[in-house]
């Protein structure tokens, strides 16, 4: 699905749309899949692309990163996108959804997990798939 920015604007409430689209953030504790638990997959709220699956959602410990689901990997690393983000005077690397173009969150290193990576996700961006 490839809505223009116009038609995006009508879908998405004005908060959705400066997170998924101009690259915002949630508050932090805020978002509705911080602390869900169901079993299944969570999809592009904009063009329900498959990108993580509840298999690989965990509690964040680390500081600076908690307050948002957290994954420890993507369904399909050919779901996503990845670029360097200087903003904020940080260096970190955003996460896109690769079929729509929508900002997802960001991706950090982090020991604590396994594979050494942490996905942090904004609820705003994700809808759920039950498992059946």
Do not use: Q
């Amino acid at each position: 699905m490839n809505l223009s920015d116009d038609e995006l604007k009508t879908k998405l409430t004005p908060e959705e749309y400066k997170i998924i689209r101009e690259g915002g953030t949630e508050v932090p504790f805020s978002g509705k899949y911080l602390n869900h638990n169901d079993d299944g997959t969570y999809v592009c709220t904009v063009c329900g692309a498959k990108l993580f699956s509840s298999k690989t959602k965990y509690d964040s410990h680390t500081p600076g990163l908690i307050g948002w689901p957290s994954f420890s990997d993507v369904m399909d690393s050919s779901a996503i996108e990845l670029r360097d983000d200087d903003s904020l005077g940080m260096r970190r690397v955003e996460v896109l959804c690769k079929n729509c173009g929508s900002h997802l969150g960001h991706l950090f290193d982090d020991a604590e997990v396994p594979g050494g990576k942490h996905y942090c996700i904004n609820s705003t961006c994700l809808d759920f798939k039950k498992r059946a």
